[in-house]
């Protein structure tokens, strides 16, 4: 929830934690404290993360409030890091974290701890996001280190020159080994996608795996790049994510789509290809349905020279 206020001329020159929690009835000092580090108060449009800060009269102030439980910190283990060159790094995005900064929040990010990487290592650049996962959905992603390299990623990425395996464990099992789904996606709800005719041109190359015990292993090749593609066309196929609740999936710990490999070429013309394993609450879900990757497939974990 967003709340909106301004500050008045009896506030004029007070701390900014002050001022929030004067102004939001629901909102004590300290949980205004909380607000303001993890980068989810705003001053005249803003973001501002400090606390002492002193406002003036006629400042807008806006806050985040998000419901009780839902922000952590964000802290990787060294093998998160999966790749990284005088370019970019590759950093292996954990399920439930939040890609980039939201109006709730910026700590507690992929973005944030990319930032916070890049300074501890002396690298004064911002961490750019040059594409995205949902919150629910792990796996690849890379981060440019100066402008330059984000230009060239982003070129690929617009131009469909990043090649992206995902791993989907889905319930049911397909009746085919290979399909594809050439289906628009647009917008139905709040945070919703489906296929419809005035959508934008979606196209997914899915295969199997593996199946098991009422689920089935699939590697998705999305050629295109909308919002909840993999997710919508394969609840469109029947077979939806197992604990994608937005779309039918059964429930489960996570949302169990991983981006497992992601390939493209630098501006020198090499090719850059990094995979990333799975986290153990997917490896256990599979273990427990009795399906299992393929030897021979090389998105299992395995970083590809």
């Known amino acids: 929830m967003i709340r909106k206020g301004t500050i008045k001329g009896d506030a004029d020159g007070r701390r900014l934690d002050d001022c929030v929690a004067l102004l939001f009835d629901e909102v004590s000092k300290s949980e205004a404290r909380r607000i303001i580090d993890r980068g989810g108060c705003a001053v005249n449009s803003a973001m501002v993360r ?17 419901e009780p439980g839902r922000f952590r910190e964000l802290v990787l283990p ?33 973005e944030f701890w990319v930032a916070e990487y890049f300074r501890l290592h002396g690298i004064n650049e911002p961490a750019r996001v040059i594409h995205r996962l949902d919150r629910g959905t792990s796996g690849v992603m890379v981060f440019p280190k100066q402008k330059r390299a984000a230009a060239w990623l982003s070129a ?26 050439d289906g628009a996606i647009g917008k139905i709800g709040t945070s919703r996608y489906g296929i419809m005719a005035e959508g934008r041109t979606a196209l997914t190359e899915f295969r199997l795996l593996s199946s098991g015990d009422g689920s089935s ?35 489960a710990a996570r949302m169990m789509l991983h981006c ?46």
């Open 50 to 66: 400090v606390a002492s800060r002193a406002v003036r009269a006629g400042d807008i102030i806006e806050i985040g409030v998000m």
């Open 78 to 110: 060294t093998e998160s890091l999966l790749y990284e060159d005088a370019d970019l790094i590759a950093v292996n995005k954990p399920a439930g974290a939040n890609t980039q900064r939201t109006p709730y929040q910026l700590k507690g990010t992929l």
């Open 156 to 181: 690929r990425f617009h131009d469909g020159l990043a090649d992206k395996r995902y791993l989907a464990l889905v319930s049911g099992q397909p009746e085919q080994e290979a399909w594809s789904i």
């Open 217 to 251: 292993l699939v590697e998705a090749h999305p050629l295109t790049g909308r919002t909840h593609q993999i997710r919508v066309h394969l609840e469109a196929s029947g077979l939806p994510i197992v604990g994608d609740a937005t779309y039918g999936g059964a429930p």
């Open 260 to 305: 497992g490999a992601l390939t493209f070429t630098n501006d020198r013309g090499a090719e850059i290809r990094v995979t990333a394993p799975l986290d153990g609450a997917f490896g256990a879900f599979m273990e427990e349905k009795g399906v299992t990757i393929p030897s021979s497939h090389d998105t299992a974990g395995t970083r590809l020279p």
